[in-house]
T-cell receptor, first 112, second 114 residues
Framework: RKEVEQDPGPFNVPEGATVAFNCTYS??????FFWYRQDCRKEPKLLMS???SGNEDGRFTAQLNRASQYISLLIRDSKLSDSATYLC?????????????FGKGTKLSVKP | NAGVTQTPKFQVLKTGQSMTLQCAQD?????MYWYRQDPGMGLRLIYY???????DKGEVPNGYNVSRLNKREFSLRLESAAPSQTSVYFC?????????????FGPGTRLTVT
């Protein structure tokens, strides 16, 4: 089983739609979780951390289910500018600090 | 405040040639990283440096060497390039402590080895 798995998509949605991405991780001892965003031919950028109680940043909501080893990202009221690849990222427990494992990403395309 | 910068942006090498990818950050971060990104493979860690003066292997270190020149700069060297090293290379940095897992990436170097 891969360490971090994501549905590669693409997810094609109209503007204003709500879209959810899911991610599963294999190492039950993982401690830190993130969503990164990567635009086409650009570098990944941190979108948000994922906290145990769930957290929200504007139109974006992240959830963590440790029992199921599952992370989600919900985007409400999608904008054209949300079109990108979303990377699920988990820390590598037992490694040195900052040792992250990246999922392959889920591609989102928001259409007018 | 430029963040993380990388040079060059693009490079074409012939098999067997060597080159050094440069990376610098101006955020006073202690930790720096080199990744490669290949289609369908996601980002994979090549080497990292938790602090000035230390370097450690990541998931795919073979064929690469690194130097942490000072706190700001972390270079990646390909001694004898191979076509399998055709990839996009990203450098990243992070602070210590509670935010150590938040990594900030440079714009990448697109390398083709023929």
């Amino acid at each position: 089983r891969k360490e971090v798995e994501q549905d590669p998509g693409p997810f094609n949605v109209p503007e204003g739609a709500t879209v959810a991405f899911n991610c599963t991780y294999s190492n039950s001892a993982s401690q830190s979780f993130f969503w990164y965003r990567q635009d086409c031919r650009k570098e990944p950028k941190l979108l948000m951390s994922v906290y145990s109680s769930g957290n929200e940043d504007g139109r974006f909501t992240a959830q963590l289910n440790r029992a199921s080893q599952y992370i989600s990202l919900l985007i409400r009221d999608s904008k054209l500018s949300d079109s990108a690849t979303y990377l699920c990222v988990v820390n590598h427990y037992g490694g040195s600090q900052g040792n992250l494992i990246f999922g392959k990403g889920t591609k989102l395309s928001v259409k007018p | 405040n430029a963040g993380v910068t990388q040079t060059p942006k693009f490079q074409v090498l012939k098999t067997g040639q060597s080159m050094t990818l440069q990376c610098a950050q101006d955020m006073n971060h202690n930790s720096m990283y080199w990744y490669r990104q290949d289609p369908g493979m996601g980002l994979r860690l090549i080497y990292y440096s938790a602090s000035e003066g230390t370097t450690d292997k990541g998931e795919v270190p073979n064929g690469y060497n690194v130097s942490r020149l000072n706190k700001r700069e972390f270079s990646l060297r390909l001694e004898s390039a191979a076509p399998s090293q055709t990839s996009v290379y990203f450098c990243a940095s992070s602070a210590q402590g509670a935010r150590s897992y938040e990594q900030y990436f440079g714009p990448g170097t697109r390398l083709t080895v023929t």
